[in-house]
């Protein structure tokens, strides 16, 4: 529903003005906080001027692109410091959350 209300340039009061909903609602509903009536739905068409099967569309593809955005985080999840046997010490947490080690000064005059 977001994506819906900000391509029409809306903000949660104005989508609410438009469709006679609160924008309270408006907000649980793109949460997910909520469920919504056949009724609602048909409203939040109105307001958006969009008729019911492009709205259904919408949150079908939109639903298929988070799918395949979590599918692609999961892929590209980096190994756990543990699991690559690097920064097993607090030394070693410490240079990897640095970004890298500092070459040793000891013995370097």
Known sequence: MRYL??????????LAN????????IGQL??????VSIDSLFLLCKALSIDFPELVAGVHELAKAEETLRRRQRVAKPKSTRESGAGSTR?????????A???????SR
Request: zero cysteines.
């Open 91 to 99: 030394a070693g947490r410490l240079s990897i959350l640095r970004g």
């Open 101 to 107: 080690s500092r070459p040793s000064t000891k013995g």
């Open 18 to 25: 438009r469709s006679g909903l609160t924008r309270v609602f």
């Open 5 to 14: 209300r900000g391509r029409k340039g809306l903000t949660q009061e104005g």
């Open 30 to 35: 793109e949460r997910g906080t909520t469920n």
